[in-house]
């Protein structure tokens, strides 16, 4: 789906047949299905759930506060109450104590709901390998978008943003994967941010020295 | 130095006392080499010595400073100390006299019972209940011995040897739906079991349920409430949610490598987390750092003080109503964090410090944003008091609310802060200098009302002493190296590995192995940011550590809260907990 923005004033009705007459038809009226129309409007109004676990969530509120300003990215409603998020950022270690609150807490998110797993800890226990801590957020929730670091810098968290609301806009949910009476649906993984930008990366000859500011 | 030896020769008489009253239930006296006596006691004893020392020795011990237990099974180097398979140990802190001393009872299987002290100190209780949770030992007598940090259902002891360590090591884990209702039906508070009742002569008391996410709670913490309309009753604060372990992981990790783990203890912390830790294990090594290594670490400390101090000021604003302060303060955190990335190369855990030294040297050119932020914040401080400080209804919101005294505060453990708002002027670092904070010019800001006012302008005020050393720091730096020359120094001086094969050797073993650091036992103490935080070190004589006791500041403030938020109103609730800056990794650990 694609659109624009024109000053209303500004355009003089033309001929019809001509080519300025489909320009102004395509400025005009827009065209799509319903359910790109309803995915774009998804994209644009995700309202995270106000949650976070440990180390990660200081990290997630700075993204949210002067500097970062998360608000640049429609995504600053920050709800208290599950019931009215549809997207929640497991930010922070997940313990084997707060697992069964934070399954419960996504049951509670409005469908359809997202999940952003924030951090080496939600990701795989990172390095908690240790009896406490359950090994990864995606042990008993479906996650759509990993963000690696520990914890990862606000601008990390943001672009974990940017990429799932990219793969709203694109996607029908699910995101991942179900299996129903009717079908098995399987969306292909996204590709790793690091596979993608390893080219890139290794043609770097020169890496700043931390001995200079 | 002087007052080290003052501080000794007050404890050594103090033995000598206990020695000649409680001859019988004295069974050893040790002193390691942070000089702090250890007596070890009979159990039947125990009760009696302490209530001595609470009360009527010539040092009376006001704060149960710590209290936990040692699994001594497997322990090699044990010399001088009883049969013993598990050791409780409490830590007594005099703050008139300003001396420690340890107290230890062995406990042999399969008696794993001791009286509690609950009663003499209130602050043992949440302490005895970890003991019981993390080691299965009984304390006769205590009020409700429950789990505290594991969930209810939980099986076994993490903290004894024969516990496994890692989440791998054990089942996979899974959640299905049954056994989710099984461990929330587990977690329902039932007031009967706290002595409670459902209902008075005249209303019937609603139980509330804060938490274990709610945004007041700054992470995740339970409290549950019994009240009256909206008028608090009592309250049972429930923790445990961000257990992870970080005890354990020290007997796992090797002395180096549980450097980063250390900096997750109090997130907010970073790597003022590390001193305490690498200043015990420098006590242990007998390793002496240059001058520049501790003025490097007293910066980058209170960089963090006033990282910490900023997120609590902005979010003790916005959780009495105000929201935009903390837009504000997140400005000036950032700034900071700037400055410390650009040193450590990470902003909120670098793990910076190391064993006898820090991770590098300071980059070029680092103190020009320094001096900026140091020129730039006492205009945006004075900006912040009027907006939240002298600001009439938070003045409302938090004047009279939550108010303890400085006698309740030691009963309770209370440190920091929180303590200094009460009155008392305890700072340990004018008390007990580490670090070289004996060479800095600065003050201990205190209060009066020791109200939840007063605890924010406390730590407001901090802010303005941090920059102070701050700034001593920077026109002083000393020239020099930033690690020591000692062999036990992690990792080795690159410099000294290729003179000869010994040599080589050596330092292939500190970079493989780690240090090896000689047997025995250790407490370092910091005024950290947010109170008292101490590490109790045991070594074993090997490359890591035996028992890791991480004494933290937190734990003891949250304890307290059902004392000084009862007959206030929910909202007032809001506001106690926003001024006793927590974190939850600092109180489970």
């Known amino acids: 789906m694609s659109w624009q923005l024109e000053r209303a004033d500004e355009a003089k009705s033309p001929t019809p047949g001509s080519s300025a007459f489909d320009d102004y038809i395509r400025r005009n009226v827009m065209m799509t299905r319903l359910e790109d129309m309803v995915a774009w409007g998804r994209k644009n109004s995700l309202w995270p759930f106000n949650f976070g676990l440990s180390c990660c969530y200081v990290e997630m509120a700075t993204a949210l506060t002067s500097r970062h300003d998360l608000a640049r990215f429609g995504s600053e409603v920050i709800r208290g109450s599950p019931r009215q998020a549809d997207m929640i950022v497991i930010a922070g270690t997940v313990f084997r104590k707060m697992a069964p609150v934070v399954s419960l807490l996504y049951e509670q998110l409005l469908e359809p709901r997202w999940v952003i797993s924030m951090g080496s800890c939600a990701n795989s226990g990172g390095m908690y390998d240790i009896y406490s801590v359950v090994q990864g957020v995606d042990k008993f929730l479906p996650v759509d978008v990993y963000v690696s670091g520990c914890p990862p810098r606000p601008e990390a968290l943001l672009q974990g943003l940017i990429l799932l609301q990219e793969s709203i806009g694109r996607e029908r949910r699910p995101l991942s994967w179900v299996i129903n009476d009717q079908q098995i649906y399987r969306k292909t993984p996204d590709p790793v941010q690091r596979d993608l930008r390893r080219a890139d990366r290794i043609a770097a000859t020169e890496i700043r020295s931390p001995d200079e500011l | ?589």
Not at chain 2, 176 to 205: D, I, Y
Not at chain 2, 222 to 227: D, E, F, N, P, T
Not at chain 2, 288 to 300: A, C, G, Q, T
């Open chain 2, 1 to 589: 130095m002087e007052s080290t030896t003052l501080l000794e020769m007050g404890s050594a008489d103090l033995v000598e006392e206990l020695s000649l009253r409680f001859d019988d239930e004295i069974v050893a006296v040790q002193r390691y080499c942070d000089g702090i006596p250890v007596l070890w006691l009979s159990r039947s004893g125990l009760r009696q010595v302490l209530s001595y020392l609470r009360t009527d020795a010539s040092l009376c011990f006001e704060m149960l400073f710590d209290l936990t237990a040692i699994d001594e099974r497997v322990r090699t180097n044990r010399q001088g100390q009883p049969p013993s398979d598990f050791t409780v140990t409490y830590h007594l802190m005099s703050f008139s006299e300003n001396c420690d001393i340890r107290l230890k009872v062995a406990l042999l299987q399969p008696d794993l019972s001791i009286p509690t002290i609950s009663d003499l100190w209130p602050n043992a209780n949440w302490y005895e209940r970890e003991c019981w949770d993390m080691f299965g030992i009984q304390f006769t007598g205590h009020p409700n011995l429950t789990r505290i940090m594991l969930p209810p259902t939980w099986k076994g002891h993490p903290l004894r040897k024969d516990h496994p360590a890692r989440a791998t090591e054990m089942e996979p884990y899974s959640l299905l739906q049954e056994q989710r209702e099984v461990e929330q039906e587990a977690l329902r508070f039932k007031p009967e079991e706290w002595g409670m009742r459902r209902e008075s002569a005249t209303s019937e008391f609603m139980f509330l349920n804060l938490g274990p996410n709610h945004p007041s709670v700054h992470g995740v913490f339970r409290i549950a409430l019994q009240l009256d309309g909206e008028i608090l009753i009592d309250a049972v604060p429930d923790i445990g949610y961000h257990h992870r372990g970080a005890e354990k992981m020290g007997e796992r990790q090797s002395w180096h490598t549980y450097i980063p783990y250390t900096d997750r203890v109090d997130y907010l912390g970073g790597v003022m987390n590390n001193l305490p830790y690498v200043m015990a294990l420098e006590q242990m090594a007998g390793i002496v750092v240059p001058e520049r290594v501790k003025v490097i670490r007293v910066m980058l400390c209170e960089l963090f003080r006033i990282a910490s101090h900023l997120l609590f000021y902005g979010t003790y604003a916005q959780d009495v109503g105000q929201l935009s302060p903390v837009f504000y303060m997140f400005v000036e955190r950032e700034r900071v964090f700037n400055i410390i990335e650009s040193i450590c190369g990470a902003r909120m855990h670098p793990g910076w410090f190391r064993i006898g030294g820090v991770a590098q040297d300071l980059p070029r050119g680092w103190d020009k944003a320094i001096r900026e932020l140091l020129d730039f914040m006492p205009a945006r401080l004075k900006d912040y008091d009027g907006m939240v400080l002298n600001n009439g209804i938070v003045k409302r919101r938090t004047q009279g609310v939550g108010v303890y005294t400085t006698r309740q505060a030691l009963d309770w453990g209370v440190t920091g802060a929180g303590l200094r708002a009460t009155g008392m002027e305890w700072d340990y670092r004018k008390q007990r200098p580490y670090s070289g904070y004996e060479n800095f010019d600065f003050e201990v800001p205190i209060a009066v009302n020791g109200d939840c006012y007063d605890r924010c302008a406390v730590r407001v005020e901090e802010i303005r002493q941090s920059l102070r050393i701050i700034r001593q720091c920077v026109d002083n730096m000393p020239p020099g190296p930033y690690k020591s020359e000692h062999p036990l120094t992690t990792p080795p001086l690159k410099e000294k590995s290729k003179l000869d094969i010994e040599t080589l050797i050596n330092h292939f073993l500190s970079v493989s192995w780690g240090p090896v650091i000689p047997p025995g036992e250790v407490t370092m103490c910091i005024e950290a940011t947010k109170g008292l935080n101490s590490y109790y070190l045991v070594s074993d004589g090997g490359t890591g550590s035996y028992r890791t006791r991480i004494r933290t500041p937190s734990f003891a403030h949250l304890q307290m809260i059902p004392q000084i938020s009862r007959g206030f109103m929910v909202a007032d609730l809001i506001a106690i907990i926003a001024s006793i800056d927590f974190v939850m990794a600092d109180v489970d650990r």
